[in-house]
């Protein structure tokens, strides 16, 4: 990952200051990938899963930086070893984030964020000055970059914030210091990296009490008992889809016709899903408190759309391929499934493709299995075909004798199936864990 300096002064003096001497050379941007590092850039060396960003420092890279970063010793004038690069990185954004005068959005959640900082950003643009991190960088590496790429004369920055193990929310907002705070939800994903369901809730909830540290306000999903808030915060603004006594309340009863209604302001929207329609309501009840108004906010849907591999449609003559292959857990799973009910046509045959939900731990046979329970009562599936290991906990739990089941051990096995398959007049719903690589099969297939 790189970013450009945008505030070059005020960054270069802040590096200095840690450091305690000057750097003659300008520096333009900062690195943590020796691939993508431009002339005058400043390159954290950082250890990564599998090698130290030391390892690739050679002529072309001391050609280009102004200066490395390492806490590997690295034999050239240009590098300074100092004790830590991770935390270098982050003490830089801590001490730039002090200078920034915007009020900061951190948005965390199991699933939605990214989708919903996206529209969010969107939304907020047509008003203000808006700095925003790009993609899902979110991570302890990502967040702090982010920051370093954002200039003093916007007047919010939106922040996505990941969690991958325990602890790690609290830790982003030290250095974020949000202002506002958004969790879309929360669920069982990703607990590889926490000691049970209850660490992964209060490392969410850690956007939650940084807000209310800050003084900020909260933005609380009033649908989502999962996001547990046991006091009385006097600046919580509430959404929600079954609590009419929210703050800001959609019927969705009319959104696969493509219309949603919020607070009595109709929205017509492209997309007739659920997803959507959680990830609208929830950056609309921001971007509303925040003064834009519904007439922007009603413009900017006009040309947005669904980031690829989370749930956008590619149209392939009488063929249908619902590409979500971005990630999984149950929640999105049964989400994403759900919505194709109301998709099939007179006619259509739709087969889900469904990998493995990774990361789960002791608990990925039990949410695998529960899937299949949920899959096994629907009366709308004609096909269920499933990829890895976990998945055929997914099989052995449907039982719908109208649904065709076929399990395949990796991707190369379902590639070459479905090429000799008949696909015609089939929806096709794509969806499993990024470690899956679910979207070769999109490539492969449908080219």
């Not at 075909?385 to 998945?391: L, N, P, Q, T």
Request: aromatic share 10%; glycine share 6%; hydrophobic share 35%.
């Amino acid at each position: 990952m790189r970013i450009e300096i945008r505030e070059k002064t005020i960054v270069k003096k802040l590096i200095c200051e840690i450091l305690n001497f000057d750097i003659n050379n300008s520096i333009n941007g900062i690195s943590i990938d020796s691939r993508n590092i431009k002339k005058n850039d400043l390159f954290i060396a950082m250890k990564g899963n599998r090698s130290h960003g030391s390892e690739f420092v050679n002529n072309d890279v001391l050609d280009k930086v102004s200066l490395i970063i390492s806490d590997k010793f690295i034999d050239s004038p240009k590098a300074v070893k100092v004790l830590d690069s991770s935390q270098f990185l982050k003490n830089i954004a801590i001490d730039f984030r002090k200078k920034l005068k915007m009020k900061v959005l951190g948005i965390t959640g199991t699933n939605g964020k990214t989708s919903t900082k996206e529209l969010i950003v969107r939304f907020l643009k047509t008003k203000y000055k808006v700095n925003y991190s790009k993609g899902n960088h979110n991570s302890m590496t990502s967040l702090p970059l982010s920051i370093l790429g954002f200039d003093c004369e916007s007047d919010y920055g939106i922040l996505e914030m990941g969690a991958s193990k325990y602890g790690e929310i609290e830790k982003l907002c030290k250095i974020a210091k949000p202002d506002i705070g958004l969790i879309t939800n929360i669920s069982k994903s990703h607990l590889d990296g926490y000691q049970d369901f209850n660490s992964l809730v209060t490392t969410k909830m850690a956007l939650y009490e940084s807000v209310k540290k800050n003084r900020g306000t909260f933005f609380l999903n009033l649908d989502d008992t999962n996001i547990r808030i046991n006091d009385k915060y006097h600046d919580l603004i509430t959404y929600s889809y079954s609590d009419n006594k929210s703050d800001y309340f959609a019927d969705l009863a009319k959104i696969q016709d493509g219309s949603l209604a919020i607070n009595d302001v109709i929205f017509n929207v492209k997309f007739k899903s659920y997803t959507f329609a959680y990830n609208f309501l929830a950056s609309y009840s921001i971007a509303s408190s925040l003064g834009v108004e519904n007439s922007n906010i009603i413009n900017s849907l006009y040309s947005f759309s669904i980031l690829k591999g989370r749930g956008d449609t590619i149209k392939k003559g009488d063929i249908t391929i619902i590409d979500d292959t971005y990630n999984a857990n149950l929640a999105s799973m049964k989400c994403g499934i759900e919505n194709l009910e109301f998709k099939k046509n007179k006619g259509q045959n739709i087969v889900l493709i469904i990998g493995d939900m990774l990361d789960l731990g002791e608990d990925s046979k039990d949410l695998h299995s529960e899937l299949g329970e949920y899959i096994s009562g629907l009366n709308f599936i004609d096909s269920v075909y499933c990829v890895g290991k976990e998945s055929r906990f997914v099989i052995e739990n449907i039982n719908n004798k109208k649904i065709n089941l076929k399990l395949f051990i990796d991707i190369n096995s379902i590639i070459t199936f479905l090429n000799n398959y008949d696909n015609s007049n089939t929806i096709f719903y794509i969806k499993g864990s990024r470690g899956m690589y679910m979207e070769k099969i999109i490539e492969k297939v449908f080219n």
